[in-house]
């Protein structure tokens, strides 16, 4: 048997599971990375690392040559499941049959509706914000806005959006330091709520997406709890996870680039263009993970069947071979704009149009009340490598 082809360890790759990169600006990290070694062995977890926008829009759209069923995080590598533990990590034709249940319900026509009730969780946390007083935006305003508004997708009670915070924040390593018990233990209590109330919508529907799960049928037959619960979580997740890292990433960005806010004050009109360019430049999902099918190459590196790729968007959003010249500045009327900052291909994200309406809603009720964001403290970020998380930003709004 021949030996398989030595892959070329590179040092900066083992840099990318680090957390201290996180909490700080990787970008300067990624620069290198990309430059030295595109597409770069990490030899210590057994995993390719690509840093450009061309490398990772080519796997994104080739699910036959790289699947997701392996795993999406570096910590999947080697492990299987029974069943998927989120439709990210199906394949088609699973995923496009998956897929085809919900995404009516988060269309673009479907969304829009949502504008006044969405709109109403926003004006009553803004309402809270005094202007010229110290606060931080986190737990006041980029939390509890999309958890409410996921409760109120789920029909459950706004109310309970602590819990639902716990429960999204035990999903996702790194974000909270938790021992595998206690992480264990709240991930259980979730799935048993969530199937709970899928069990309630079954014999009591009511107008809202676990009706619709609860209700929906593939081939005949109806979801089984883990697909129930598969739908459900990264509902939950996925729902809160990306808005509310655009929203606190967003704000502390504006706060840093005081000329762009100006911009948008001036200029309302241009907030869709200004959500496009926060989320190129916060990319709220920092990476994913995909695996080889079969022996194939990107960028003329040699990748072997089985062998898994770190897809890592957040560099990607940095990459000079597309953005040019502009890559590291802030431009909130940049366009075109093809950033992967939620995602692309087969997994572009479900919940993108609500995403986006969240973020926008934000920006205009905001610019009504305030016209200058001024940070008073030290921003803390998340240590985790797969989601770009502000931890605490405080904060100053004025008129």
């Not at 796997?59 to 492990?79: K, M, N, Q, T």
């Not at 533990?85 to 479907?110: E, G, I, N, W």
């Not at 009730?117 to 806005?145: M, N, T, Y």
């Not at 809603?361 to 940070?375: A, D, G, T």
Request: proline share 9%; with cysteine.
């Amino acid at each position: 048997m021949p030996e398989p082809t030595p892959r070329p360890a590179s040092p900066l790759a083992e840099r990318l599971l680090d957390g201290d990169l996180y909490v700080g600006d990787p970008h300067r990290f990624y620069d290198e990375l990309r430059s030295s070694a595109p597409v770069a062995w990490c030899a210590s977890r057994g995993f390719w690392a690509l840093t450009t926008h061309r490398d990772i829009s080519e796997v994104s759209v080739d699910p036959e040559r790289f699947r997701s069923g392996a795993g999406i995080l570096v910590d999947e590598i080697g492990h299987s499941y029974d069943s998927p533990p989120t439709m990210m990590h199906t394949d088609p034709p699973a995923h496009t049959r998956y897929r085809r249940l919900v995404q009516p319900s988060f269309k673009p026509t479907a969304v829009r509706p949502l504008d006044e009730s969405i709109r109403q969780i926003a004006v009553a946390l803004l309402d809270d914000i005094v202007a010229g007083e110290p606060f931080d935006i986190v737990p006041a305003l980029s939390v509890p806005f999309p958890l409410q508004v996921i409760c109120r997708l789920l029909g459950a009670d706004p109310a309970r959006w602590p819990t639902f915070y716990e429960w999204s924040e035990a999903t996702i390593p790194g974000n909270r330091e938790m021992s595998p018990d206690e992480r264990g233990a709240v991930q259980l209590e979730m799935w048993e709520h969530l199937i709970g109330l899928a069990a309630e919508r079954r014999s009591t529907p009511l107008d809202d997406v676990v009706s619709q799960l609860a209700g929906a049928k593939i081939d005949g037959e109806e979801l089984s709890e883990a697909e129930l619960a598969m739908f459900l979580i990264q509902l939950l997740v996925a729902g809160n996870e990306t808005t509310r890292n655009l929203i606190s990433g967003g704000l502390v960005a504006l706060a840093e680039h005081p000329d762009q806010l100006e911009r948008l004050v001036d200029d309302p009109s241009m907030i869709p263009t200004a959500v496009e360019e926060l989320l190129r430049w916060t990319s709220p999902v920092v990476s994913f993970l995909r695996t080889a099918t079969r022996d194939t190459e990107l960028s003329g590196v040699s990748i072997t069947s089985g062998d898994p790729v770190l897809m890592v968007y957040a560099a990607a959003n940095r990459d000079p071979a597309v953005f040019g010249d502009t890559a590291h500045t802030l431009d909130l009327s940049r366009d075109p704009n093809p950033h992967l900052g939620l995602g692309f291909g087969t997994h572009f994200c479900l919940g993108a149009p609500l995403a986006r309406l969240e973020a926008r809603i934000i920006l205009e009720e905001l610019l009504v009340r305030f016209s200058r964001v001024e940070l008073v403290g030290d921003v803390e970020r998340s240590p985790s490598s797969i989601i770009a998380g502000v931890t605490r930003a405080p904060m100053i709004l004025r008129p």
